[in-house]
C-alpha cells in the first residue's frame, strides 16, 4: 500500500493550505488515518488523526487544534488536512499514515502506524 500526499508548497504566515492523501489499497472502513509532520533536527509529531469508521473522532495534537481540520472522503479513498493561520512553526515535511484501527485512534506515536506516504513539504 502506498500512500501519495499532495498540496503542500510555500505560504506566508496567516494563510490557508489544504493537504491530500491518496490512499489506494486502504479499505473504506476499519483504518485509524493520521497526518505527521517532521521539521528539520526534529522528530516526527502527530498533527491529527481520524477514525475512518467514526468521522467525529477526530483528535489533533494541541499545537495546531482550532487551526487544522482533518476530514476524509471514503468515496474517493483520500484524507485531506486542512490548514488555516498557519504559523513559522508549522513549516515540516508533511506524512500522511495509516494503521488498521484498534484502540484509541490518534497520532500520540508514529510507530503504530505501517503505512506511509513519501511526504510533502509545507513551508511558512
Not at 491530500?20 to 486502504?26: A, D, H, L, N, Q
Not at 476524509?72 to 513549516?91: F, H, I, R, V, W
Amino acid at each position: 500500500v502506498q500512500l501519495v500526499e499532495s498540496g503542500g508548497g510555500s505560504v506566508q504566515a496567516g494563510g490557508t493550505l489544504t493537504l491530500s492523501c491518496k490512499t489506494p489499497g486502504i479499505t473504506p472502513s476499519g483504518y485509524c488515518m493520521g497526518w505527521f509532520r517532521q521539521a528539520p533536527g526534529k522528530g516526527r509529531e502527530g498533527v491529527a488523526a481520524i477514525d475512518s469508521d467514526d468521522a467525529g473522532s477526530a483528535w489533533y495534537a494541541d499545537s495546531v487544534k482550532g487551526r487544522f481540520t482533518v476530514s476524509e472522503d471514503n468515496a474517493k479513498n483520500e484524507l485531506y488536512l486542512q490548514m488555516t493561520s498557519l504559523k513559522p512553526e508549522d513549516t515540516a515535511m508533511y506524512y500522511c499514515a495509516a494503521r488498521s484501527s484498534g484502540g484509541y485512534c490518534n497520532g500520540g506515536h508514529a510507530s503504530p502506524f505501517g503505512y506511509w506516504g513519501q511526504g510533502t513539504q509545507v513551508t511558512v
